[in-house]
């Protein structure tokens, strides 16, 4: 029995007290929800309480190695924590990051972040209350966010910003594919240079092309529109300094992953070179890798996976961190984060401070059929719900209706696993 039921029981006046008076709940059981409503393996965290009606949910989503997520949650850590009891969650979630010894990899991550938002929904239905006012309230009403423009051609992918703005989005990332090449987020063209099946990229004609469409996006959407671009780590350092500065004319809102988390030193070379703005982090699961390149100034916005960190427990002191060196947030928001995540993100947003902007997914109807409670979008602006905890539900029914091994081809393929880009000389590349 938790606080809603409460007020309807004894009324307002009387349930201080009675939750003071009533025993900690302690974790009866865990499962994991594994769903695909939309093409992209999500995983959640369950845990159930020995209170009546009372459990959480956390994201997990590691999508590329769902499975072995799944299996590090069950195997490893339902074992530890069962019969434990749920309102430490800091100490839960050393017992859980420690038990390993070896820690800081995004399998084990990801599975602590599934337990510890769940614990956090758990705290925030027990006090009848969103996650957010556990964190101290919002600073700011909604989170500004941005939304992705993509296509084969330059004119289709400023169509679809167009589309966009007449939504009331502000701040549009843009990505255009390479004609015979597996360019990021922007349709994969058939190679036929590759000496093997693999998908090809050549960092050259990538670089014009992006060029190219900045150069018509400013002259076509205007100087007010914030715009973003994602390199996803494809270019070699050199060339990668060499892009940020010649992208500096374009006034990015941010220029994304310019760099792999193997070569964030190189980031010193792009900031004494121009003043283009940076974000880094999705990748990023350990600790030294943040801590870097925020005290050393050398990003503007930390776009950390939170599930991919550990959950909202390590997500909320990167943030306070990152306020210290004027570092903003905005955390990793694309289809494989679930709604639970998201809620996460948002939750993050309002009561953080040093909030930049969000990356912003909308749902489709079959996500929506599984997970209600997704934070709204209005006016280019997401709002999480009011409901205690994440104020999300998940209905077990329609997530078992989508099971994992939607995805095309290939990636079913590799259960969820993505394949392999090469240059033409058939170099595998960072993707
Ligand atoms: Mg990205």
């Known amino acids: 029995m938790y606080r809603r039921q409460f007020l309807s029981l004894v009324g307002a006046a009387g349930v201080a007290r009675a939750l003071r008076g009533m025993p900690v709940p302690r974790i009866k059981d865990i499962s994991v929800i594994a769903t695909e409503p939309a093409g992209v393996r999500l995983t959640v965290v369950k845990i159930q309480t020995d209170q009546d009606g009372l459990y959480g949910y956390g994201c997990a989503t590691f999508t590329q190695r769902a499975d072995l997520v799944v299996q590090a949650v069950n195997a490893y850590l339902k074992p530890l924590l069962i019969g434990r009891p749920t309102d430490g969650i800091e100490d839960l979630w050393q017992a859980m990051y420690n038990s390993s010894y070896w820690r800081n990899g995004p399998v084990l991550n990801n599975a ?3 337990v510890d938002q769940a614990l956090w929904d758990i705290k925030g239905r027990q006090a009848g209350m969103p996650v957010y006012e556990l964190l101290g309230g919002k600073c700011r009403k909604g989170a500004r966010i941005y939304s992705h423009a993509s296509g084969r051609e330059i004119p289709e992918v400023l169509d679809q910003a167009r589309k966009l703005m007449s939504q009331g989005i502000t701040a549009i990332r843009l990505q255009v594919g390479v004609p015979g090449m597996a360019a990021y987020g922007a349709g994969r063209a058939p190679s036929s240079v590759s000496p093997s099946q693999d998908e090809v990229f050549d960092p050259e004609p990538y670089v014009r092309r992006t060029l190219a469409l900045f150069e018509a996006a400013r002259k ?6 914030d715009l973003l671009h994602d390199v996803h780590e494809r270019l070699p350092p050199r060339m990668a300094v060499q892009f940020a ?10 220029l994304e992953d310019a760099l792999s988390p193997e070569n964030i030193d190189y980031f010193r070379q792009i900031r004494a070179n121009c003043t ?12 030294h890798e943040w801590e870097q390149v925020i005290e050393s100034r050398l990003i503007d916005y930390i776009r950390v996976h939170v599930s991919q960190a550990g959950g909202l427990t390590p997500a909320r ?3 306070a961190l990152a306020e210290a060196f004027q570092v903003k947030t905005a955390w990793h928001g ?21 909030f930049g902007i969000q990356e912003w997914t909308f749902p489709n109807d079959h996500l929506l059929e599984v997970f209600e409670g997704y934070p709204v979008v209005k006016d280019g602006y997401a709002y999480v719900n009011e409901k205690p905890g994440w104020g999300v539900e998940i209905n077990e029914k329609a997530a078992a209706k989508y099971p994992y091994g939607s995805e095309g081809a290939v990636r079913k393929q ?9 240059r033409s000389d058939g170099t595998v590349i960072n993707q």
């Open 276 to 287: 283009t703005p940076l974000a880094m982090g999705e990748l990023f699961n350990n600790p």
């Open 220 to 225: 076509e959407l205007g100087p007010e529109i």
């Open 112 to 114: 602590i972040s599934g």
């Open 334 to 354: 694309p289809g494989d984060v679930s709604p639970v995540g998201h809620c996460a993100n948002v939750t993050l947003d309002v009561a953080c401070y040093n």
């Open 245 to 254: 500065k010649d992208m500096e004319q374009f006034r990015l809102f941010y």
């Open 317 to 319: 002191k990167i943030a």
């Open 414 to 422: 590799l259960n969820g696993g993505w394949g392999v880009v090469r």
